[in-house]
């Protein structure tokens, strides 16, 4: 086969290697839209980062962050009660997810992992 009918093959086969994959979501709440841009997912994303490396801290501060700039984001909330929960602090995870399943209206994946999280975290706390 000659090289020219090569070359869109090669072509097409180099731009799926450069495709941009999935940004790794290391919470167990569904993750927000892909189109997701801005401020709020940039902090999202650096939050999720930290929590990756076990920085609950700089998770917990980032993600405020986040809620200062957005306060209904209701996976802002989410990521902040699962944080906590990872943190070993049930309590401020119960308080943070009944903000997070108000704000979740328009996700039943989200509502669903909101519930998840609350039994945990109620079950971590002795309840």
Do not use: F
Not at 32 to 42: L, T
Not at 53 to 69: D, K, S, T, V
Not at 85 to 93: A, E, H, L, N, W
Request: charged share 20%; aromatic share 6%; proline share 9%.
């Amino acid at each position: 086969m000659p090289l020219k009918h090569l070359l869109p093959l090669l072509l097409a086969l180099a731009l799926a290697a450069c495709a941009v994959q999935p940004r790794y979501n290391p919470y167990q709440a569904p993750p927000p839209p892909e189109d997701e841009s801005g401020p709020v997912a940039e902090l999202q994303r650096q939050a999720a980062a930290a929590l990756q490396q076990q920085a609950y801290a700089r998770a917990i501060e980032l993600l405020q962050r986040a809620i200062r700039i957005e306060p209904r984001d209701p996976y802002s909330w989410h990521y902040l009660a699962e944080t906590y929960q990872r943190s070993g602090d049930p309590v401020r995870c119960l308080e943070m997810v009944a903000r997070a399943q108000s704000y979740s209206a328009s996700s039943r994946e989200l509502q669903a992992a909101n519930e998840r999280l609350r039994s945990r975290c109620e079950a971590a706390r002795g309840g």
